[in-house]
């Protein structure tokens, strides 16, 4: 995409990676994009770099507004080298002793990532900046969603920079939440279950301090996906609310098999679920990407599952999902294990305990041996109607 005006002499000059699909694991059905942005003041500045390999789309673009090597400032909002990667090329081509910003943490992991010494500016929280006719505030935000996380405000257009955060893995043609719509919130979503979950009660305390100290906001430009312009307190608000992860009356049943039993189960719990009115659904983990699972349970009020016993263990892509999931602490959880197994069935017994290990409540564990009989389907029904009678009403 060629550059574009996000506000009066601010630009868009990032790059669209149309292709990726697998993000660090996290599945990226529609792309992504590395968004940068440069403001033409009296002293040019850069706001964040791309991935590296997008570094001479970066340079192409900036050079369609202004020659680079006009670049007074570079700011680097954050390290993670979706962004910083191409951060060697662009210095190189701006100028290595151009003063490049970024909080005290981002000059010790920038420079661990980069062995040229570059002309490090390391800014404080609140600390501001003088462009020219803007000012830009510095405001730190470790942990959002690593150590070295800032954004960058700047305060007469009242535009925030907020790195990672709102951000959404999306790429298409639309530049603007109003060009989008609602189309966007699931990815909003999706994003924020599987990168920023864990950090919940760090953002609920950042969106506080931001409403303390009253900054207005007319945009919020994250470095991934659309632009929030027409409602930007909109995803402020969804932060808030998935932060908080009130469980709704909601269920996942999510499970592997190896030979229908413990499939079997798993949908004579959600038929049962289903009868006592819970939204409830099966979810086999080598069918549904692990990041898709992880954006439903944002919402749900269990997590149920289940797995097969194989090789006196739980079967590898449970394994794998639970470690998954435990690592972005969900909170406000009910939890049930399940599974069918041949003569040891251990599967069920540690499934509860990584459940019980993740702070989820648990309800009952149900393991059958071979293939369940009209007992053992009963037996199902009735977790199903027990976690039932838990959910909200
Ligand atoms: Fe988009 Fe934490 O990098």
């Known amino acids: 995409m060629k550059p574009f005006e996000v506000a009066k002499d601010i630009y ?72 910083s990667g ?26 661990r990532h980069f062995p ?16 020219g006719k803007r000012t830009l505030a510095f405001l730190e935000t470790r942990m959002l969603h690593w150590p070295d996380s800032m954004f960058t405000y700047a305060k007469e257009d009242k535009i925030l920079f907020s790195s990672d955060a709102f951000g959404q893995h999306y790429a298409g ?49 994250p470095d991934h996906g659309i632009l929030w312009r027409k409602e930007p307190l909109k995803i402020v608000q969804a932060y808030v609310e998935w932060s908080r992860q009130n469980p709704k009356r909601k269920a996942l049943v999510i499970y592997d098999t190896m030979w229908h039993s413990t499939e079997l189960m798993a949908e004579t719990i959600v038929e049962s679920l289903v009868q006592e009115g819970v939204d409830a659904k099966p979810y086999h983990l080598r069918r549904w990407d692990r990041s898709d699972i992880m954006t439903e349970i944002l919402d749900a009020g269990a997590v149920i599952v ?19 999931m435990k690592g972005l602490k969900p909170i406000n959880k009910l939890g049930a294990a399940f599974g069918s197994y041949g003569w040891s069935g251990e599967a069920t017994k540690l499934i509860a305990k990584e459940l019980e290990e993740a702070k989820f409540k648990l309800v009952d564990q149900v393991k059958l041996q071979y293939v369940p009989d009209r007992s053992g389907l009963e037996a199902c029904r009735e977790l199903g109607k027990k976690i039932a009678a838990e959910l909200p009403k």
């Open 12 to 83: 868009w000059v990032g790059a669209i990676d149309w292709n990726i699909r697998d993000f660090h694991g996290y599945s990226v059905h529609n792309g992504t994009t590395y968004n940068a942005f440069l403001i033409m003041d009296e002293k040019v500045t850069l706001i964040d770099a791309v991935k590296k390999e997008f570094a001479d789309k970066l340079i192409e673009n900036i050079a369609e507004i202004v020659d680079p090597r006009k670049i007074d400032y570079v700011i680097s909002n954050h390290t993670e080298m979706d962004h």
């Open 173 to 221: 043609t639309e530049r603007f939440d109003d060009e989008i719509g609602e189309a966007i919130m699931p990815h909003a979503r999706k994003y924020f279950a599987n990168i920023l979950l864990l950090y919940s009660p760090l953002i609920l305390k950042l969106v506080d301090k931001v409403q303390e100290m009253g900054l207005a906001l007319d945009m919020i430009c």
């Open 306 to 324: 289940g797995s097969p016993t194989l090789n006196n263990c739980m079967f590898p892509t449970v394994s794998d999902f639970l470690c998954y």
């Open 86 to 111: 191409g951060l060697a090329r662009v210095m190189h081509k701006v100028g290595e002793d151009k003063p490049l910003f970024c909080s005290s943490i981002g000059q010790k992991s920038l420079s």
């Open 116 to 131: 040229q010494k570059w002309n490090y500016r390391a800014v404080k929280d609140g600390e501001e900046l003088k462009i």
